[in-house]
């Protein structure tokens, strides 16, 4: 695996868990919000972490961690991405992937081989805005098909996107909320600028549009909460 971070204790990338967080290099996707530009844009300029390392650390706090977090980049495009899952697994934690849902085969395999306990899957923005959200051309199919994947996995999973004043409109939440109509958690988060964003000059929405999103969510998702 590339891994180029790790978070040895959160309680923020795996709610309700105490867990560590693995960073991997590289991305399909090129979204101007991404906060974490280093590892989409140049990972090998970033630092790497041996995976034995990250191992060696996971197996050392095996009695506190209930969990690791494997984010990125999009570790789908990480070809050995299930045999590093099963080390993960065998040490007895839990894992949770943070994907952009463009590989389901790869989050199908995963689910049915018993190798995950929770999935984040980013919804970038409607279909219709996707492309111009994600700064290239996107399988739609790919992200609708993973998301029935997830809707009928029995696994907790939620659906969740950084909320940008540039991209996002409360018309396209409900174009989303039309199309994963039915799901169990949806999470709004605040776009925050940083040195590390792709692309600056972008703007948060307000706290009433916030609020207004999550109310058009409602009327389609289980349970919407909004993320600072």
């Not at 065998?90 to 929770?118: E, F, Y």
Request: charged share 25%; proline share 3%; hydrophobic share 35%.
């Amino acid at each position: 695996m590339k891994i180029y971070g790790l978070n040895k204790t959160t309680l923020l990338d795996y709610p309700g868990h105490l867990a560590s967080t693995i960073f991997v290099g590289g991305c399909n996707y090129r979204c101007p919000f991404c906060h974490n530009a280093g590892l989409v844009l140049k990972p090998g300029s970033e630092l790497r972490i041996p995976e034995d390392d990250v191992l060696s650390s996971l197996k050392g706090r095996a009695n506190i961690l209930e969990g690791v977090c494997i984010t990125g980049g999009e570790p789908t495009l990480q070809k050995d991405l299930m045999e590093f899952i099963k080390k993960v697994k065998h040490l007895g934690l839990k894992v949770k992937l943070d994907t952009n849902g463009s590989n389901p085969d790869v989050v199908r395999a995963l689910i049915n081989n018993g190798l995950l306990d929770c999935i984040a899957l980013d919804i970038k923005n409607s279909k219709e805005k996707y492309a111009e959200t994600c700064g290239i051309n996107v399988c739609i199919n790919n992200i609708t098909e993973c998301i029935q994947i997830l809707k009928s996995s029995g696994l907790k999973y939620e659906f969740r996107t950084t909320v940008v004043k540039n991209f996002h409109t409360i018309e396209d939440f409900i174009s989303i909320g039309e199309w994963i109509n039915g799901a169990d958690e949806y999470y709004l988060q605040y776009f925050r600028d940083c040195e590390n964003v792709i692309n600056n000059g972008l703007s948060a929405c307000s706290d009433d549009t916030m609020l207004a999103m999550k109310t058009v969510l409602k009327g389609y998702v289980k349970h919407v909460e909004i993320r600072g």
